[in-house]
Nanobody, 121 residues
Framework: QVQLVESGGGLVQAGGSLRLSCAASGRTFASSAMGWFRQAPGKEREFVGRIAWSGGSTYYADSVKGRFTISRDNAKNTVFLQMNSLKPEDTAVYLC??????????????WGQGTQVTVSS
C-alpha cells in the first residue's frame, strides 16, 4: 500500500520561507515523478512542480518559478519543496503527488493528505 505523508506546513508572513517534506512508502517511483500540487478554497487543484526520480530534472509552474525549489532524497524516498519569497496568493493546501508525468491532477496516481500553508500579508 502506497502512502505519502507530508509535513512542514504552517503560517508565515509574506516574504518568508517554508520547507515541505513528503515521505513515500510502499514503493519507489524510479520511472516517473513526484511533486506538488496546491488547492486554495473555491479553486481547482493547481500544479506547482515535479521532479523526475531518475535524473532529477525539475519542472515548475510559472507562478512559482524562481521562488520554489523541489529536491529529493533517494535513500529516504522523500521529496522536498523549498518555498521562498512567499506571497499571500501562495496560501493553499499543498498536496504531495506521485507517479505522474505531466501537470494535470487527473494524471496523478497517488496523493498525500495535504498540508496547509498560510501566508499573511
Amino acid at each position: 500500500q502506497v502512502q505519502l505523508v507530508e509535513s512542514g506546513g504552517g503560517l508565515v508572513q509574506a516574504g518568508g520561507s517554508l520547507r515541505l517534506s513528503c515521505a513515500a512508502s510502499g514503493r519507489t517511483f524510479a520511472s516517473s515523478a513526484m511533486g506538488w500540487f496546491r488547492q486554495a478554497p473555491g479553486k481547482e487543484r493547481e500544479f506547482v512542480g515535479r521532479i523526475a526520480w531518475s535524473g532529477g530534472s525539475t519542472y515548475y509552474a510559472d507562478s512559482v518559478k524562481g521562488r520554489f525549489t523541489i529536491s529529493r532524497d533517494n535513500a529516504k524516498n522523500t521529496v522536498f519543496l523549498q518555498m521562498n519569497s512567499l506571497k499571500p496568493e501562495d496560501t493553499a493546501v499543498y498536496l504531495c503527488a506521485a507517479d505522474f508525468f505531466g501537470t494535470s491532477a487527473l494524471e496523478v496516481e497517488y496523493w498525500g493528505q495535504g498540508t496547509q500553508v498560510t501566508v499573511s500579508s
